[in-house]
């Protein structure tokens, strides 16, 4: 089993930045990716990043094309987390942000039902 907890979320202006931080737990040495997704109520989860988690293509990078230029994810493996640099945010960020992990296939993905294990979600809100 694998855990995930995210934190970081907040309410900032538009143009400021937020970090996102998720923590993963468990037997993680096994996953193919981590990712992150959103989702505005009403709305289906979308998919924001996600990170090639082992294999040949660890540490290759996916991001969704709303947030491409403006957002990072990085993995820290001292402290088996990933993080996500959110800069430039816009009124179109609004969302609760889903940490997620998956055992195998292709990390970017986004297909939900390909994602095994998923975090509790954390609050963007952005104010124009």
């Known amino acids: 089993q694998v855990q995930l907890a995210a934190s970081g979320g907040g309410s900032v202006q538009a143009g400021e930045s937020l970090r996102l931080s998720c923590a993963v737990s468990g037997r993680s040495s096994g996953l193919s990716a981590v990712g992150w997704f959103r989702q505005v109520s009403g709305k289906e989860r979308e998919l924001v990043a996600t990170?090639?988690?082992?294999?040949?293509?660890?540490?290759?990078?996916f991001y969704g094309e709303a947030v491409r230029g403006r957002f990072t994810m990085t993995r820290d493996n001292a402290k088996n987390s990933v993080d996500l640099q959110m800069n430039d945010l816009k009124s179109a960020d609004t969302a609760a942000y889903f940490c997620a992990a998956k055992r195998a296939g292709a990390f970017m993905s986004p297909r939900l039902d390909e994602w095994d294990y998923w975090g509790q979600g954390t609050q963007v809100t952005v104010s124009s």
């Open positions: 990170i090639s988690w082992s294999g040949p293509s660890s540490g290759s990078e």
